[in-house]
């Protein structure tokens, strides 16, 4: 797939709840979205992304549901690379401290491991 034009903040928000449910109708958008706009304000945002091909519409009855056409695990992959751009000066060490100090996801049992593991796959593959 080739790149997709880039959104703007609401346009955003619309995706990551997208992201989140996989799948909604303009009701279900609007009422997961934070200060929501109008309705018609919603369905304008999804006529754009639709047109922008973030998102593809399938009817359903009366109305539209609308989903990503970009794969979760690739749409992570943009995120990630854009808030390690913009909030971290490109550092993954910076993102990681960030997100041990927060404690919010504090590790459970056997994920530091894991880590761990994952750290020495990457150096042994000259990540």
Known sequence: MSQLP????????????L?????????QIR??????????AVRS???ILVNKRHLE????GHRYVYSPTMPVVRARRSAMHRVLRT???GSVEGAVAMLLELGEGDLAP??????KRMIDEAEEDGR
């Open 6 to 17: 880039p959104l703007s903040r609401r346009e955003r928000d619309v995706m990551d709840v």
């Open 19 to 27: 992201y989140e449910l996989g799948g909604a109708t303009a009701v």
């Open 87 to 89: 909030f971290f000066g």
């Open 45 to 47: 945002i999804l006529r």
């Open 110 to 115: 056997g994920e530091r491991e894991r880590i």
């Open 57 to 60: 519409r399938t009817p359903e």
């Open 31 to 40: 009422e997961r979205l934070a200060d929501p706009p109008t309705d018609s």
